[in-house]
């Protein structure tokens, strides 16, 4: 199986960039990465099959802790925010078959785990479908109730949904204070 969702070439290179600057300790120009993450969401086309949508969209919400409280520079807020706005509006919010999505997971736990997941959306034959959600989710789930009652193949299949970027982005959103509008 190929990648799941589009990734660029150099996506690890970019995830090690942005978790950097999630914890504090990133040596390069946080803000020239940020906005190169946030102009490449703001070209790449709506749809989750023209290009990597989702993948730019969890590279900002990875951002947002530094965007929200890092002190960027004059600019750099308003251009994340546009580019998420964007993709935010994106979703018109029709009803989909799933009754969850992985954006429902709590920011926290999701950026945390945001490493594993990607790893395993880029190349899922070589992984445990298992490896898509933080283990904390599923905690005081009721039998029955999703995710807990999934399978690999029916989360791998809400990553895929076309409404998980816009909800992503929506979360990104809400970490910076800022509306969909």
């Known amino acids: 199986m190929s990648t799941v969702i589009p990734m660029p070439a150099d996506w690890a290179d970019l995830c090690s960039s942005w978790e950097e600057i999630r914890h504090g300790y990133h040596a390069g120009d946080k803000d020239a990465t940020v906005r190169d993450c946030a102009r490449r969401l703001a070209t790449t086309a709506a749809g989750p099959k023209d290009g990597p949508v989702l993948f730019w969209t969890l590279g900002l919400l990875t951002l947002a802790p530094y965007v929200a409280f890092g002190d960027p520079g004059p600019g750099v807020e308003d251009e994340v925010t546009a580019a998420l706005r964007r993709i935010a509006r994106g979703d018109d919010s029709g009803s ?86």
């Open 96 to 181: 989909c078959a799933h009754g969850w999505h992985p954006y429902d997971v709590d920011v926290d736990e999701m950026l945390e785990h945001l490493p594993t997941a990607l790893e395993v959306l880029n190349s899922p034959a070589d992984h445990t479908l298992n490896g898509l959600l933080p283990a904390d989710c599923l905690d005081g789930l009721d039998d029955g109730a999703e995710p807990a009652n999934l399978s690999g193949p029916e989360v791998l299949d809400r990553w895929q949904c076309p409404r998980t970027a816009p909800g992503f982005a929506r979360a990104a959103l809400d970490h910076l204070g800022a509306t969909v509008h």
